[in-house]
């Protein structure tokens, strides 16, 4: 009888063609892989120092302009031109400044499908397992690597099953549940482990409420944060890919290192102090700690729904005299469909500033770096000291109701009065 296995087990075994289990180090084909303009520069110039002439398949390399998004200096540039040439002489798929965050549009543009093992220089790229997808973040390295070969070692991840019950309360939303989750396991609970995510609340969620679950799995240290490819991911697939693709999930009786039960029935919502991400207090622990700065957006939270989310809150009101709101939505369609709903003009009359969609004020490389002392609440999924550009500065993370409230009270305000 078949060893019954973990979704990450099955997805190597299958591309191996042999039964493959935790702890095995392998190397395997990867499907597709992905730079951003922090990273690429220095995976293509490893690249050519191996001595490798072309890329190994032009459409399983993506390249994205989305960290310094429009460039900010004479030295970002002259990297987004180095980024360019190998995009003309190798014929990747690219995406320049404006079109979005490399972890929208990697699922976005059907790229990263179920069942596909999926690399990214960059370590957020555990958010396709939203869409069942076994993605994680690599080195550059390893990205140069990659591109010369197609392939790449991995140490086939123990996994951590996370079971989420209950009846999700009102005001409390994706971004909450995994700030909880991260606080109850810590920032390094699941190093290098799998997750698979499971549960009611899970197959109530929509797919974009999910992406945020998964993208900060690795906030507790994990390669990946995968889930069921249910119907609502086929529906979110549908006019995104022509290809064929399997769907995994796990086997009863698969070995798992360790299994957690959550019932988020009385959750309420979440913010995680400075400066770390597993700090993290209920809203009435922290309401009334003034901000001077918030920021909606980022790869966690920069989609359309929860752009809606911000919407709705701060429709007719204003954000406070001396508050600060940054928009960076997470990608141009995003955008786009934002100003057709009516929601970033909602944004803007509420004294919203709208920036290109990408990451420049999460990783503090521009559009928006803090002053000395100043609080921002923010939809990202990092607060370290420094992140937005100021170590003097402190970042507070939570949901995009929680932030969008905050800055009409210019401080941590509980989102559910406003809803």
């Known amino acids: 009888m078949p060893k019954a296995k973990t979704i990450s087990e099955k997805i190597f075994s299958d591309h191996l063609k042999r039964d493959v289990e935790a702890g095995e180090l392998v190397i395997v084909d990867v499907d597709f892989m992905m730079g951003q303009d922090g990273t690429s520069p220095l995976?293509?110039?490893?690249?050519e120092e191996l001595g490798a002439n072309s890329v190994f398949d032009s459409k399983r390399i993506a390249m994205v302009i989305d960290h310094n998004s429009p460039s900010p200096s004479e030295k970002v540039s002259a990297l987004h031109k180095l980024m360019r040439n190998f995009r003309n002489?190798?014929?990747?798929?690219?995406?320049?400044?404006?079109?979005?965050?490399?972890?929208?549009?990697?699922?976005?543009?059907?790229?990263?499908?179920?069942?596909?093992?999926?690399?990214g220089a960059d370590s957020h790229t555990c958010t396709y397992g939203a869409i069942n997808c076994f993605s994680t973040g690599v080195g550059s390295t390893d990205l140069a690597i990659a591109m010369a070969s197609g392939k790449l070692w991995f140490k086939v991840p123990e996994t951590i099953k996370i079971f989420i019950n209950g009846d999700l309360p009102f005001g409390v939303y994706s971004k909450d549940i995994i700030l909880y989750i991260i606080k109850e396991l810590t920032a390094n609970g699941a190093t290098y482990k799998a997750i698979e995510f499971e549960g009611n609340v899970i197959d109530e969620l929509s797919v974009d409420a999910r992406f945020t679950l998964s993208n900060m799995a690795v906030e507790m240290g994990a390669k990946v944060g995968l889930m069921k490819a249910d119907d609502k991911v086929l529906e979110w697939l549908k006019n995104r890919t022509y290809k064929e693709f399997k769907t995994y999930q796990s086997d009863d009786g698969a070995k798992y290192e360790k299994i957690y039960n959550f019932d988020v029935s009385y959750l309420e919502p979440q913010v995680a102090k400075p400066h770390t991400v597993d700090n993290v207090s209920s809203i009435s622990e922290v309401e009334g700690i003034p901000i001077q700065q918030g920021l909606l957006g980022t790869c966690t939270n920069g989609r359309l729904e929860d752009l809606r989310i911000a919407a709705k809150i701060l429709k007719g009101k204003k954000i406070g005299s001396q508050v600060r709101l940054i928009v960076?939505?997470?990608?141009?369609?995003?955008?786009?469909?934002?100003?057709d709903e009516g929601v970033i003009?909602?944004?803007?009359?509420?004294?919203?500033?709208?920036?290109?969609?990408?990451?420049?004020?999460?990783?503090?490389t521009h559009n928006g770096v803090p002053s000395d002392g100043?609080?921002?609440?923010?939809?990202?999924?990092r607060n370290f000291?420094?992140?937005?550009?100021?170590?003097?500065?402190?970042?507070?993370?939570?949901?995009?109701?929680?932030?969008a409230a905050s800055c009409i009270e210019g401080k941590i305000t509980d989102p559910r009065k406003y809803l």
Request: aromatic residues 6%; charged residues 15%.
């Open 374 to 381: 100043e609080n921002v609440i923010s939809t990202a999924n």
């Open 43 to 47: 995976a293509i110039k490893t690249f």
């Open 89 to 119: 002489q190798n014929n990747i798929f690219f995406y320049d400044i404006g079109d979005g965050i490399c972890h929208q549009l990697v699922p976005e543009q059907g790229h990263a499908l179920p069942g596909q093992i999926v690399i």
């Open 385 to 403: 000291k420094g992140r937005m550009g100021n170590n003097k500065a402190f970042i507070y993370l939570a949901s995009p109701a929680t932030v």
């Open 345 to 364: 003009q909602t944004l803007i009359k509420a004294g919203a500033t709208i920036v290109a969609p990408g990451c420049g004020p999460c990783v503090g």
């Open 328 to 339: 960076a939505p997470a990608s141009r369609k995003i955008l786009l469909e934002a100003i």
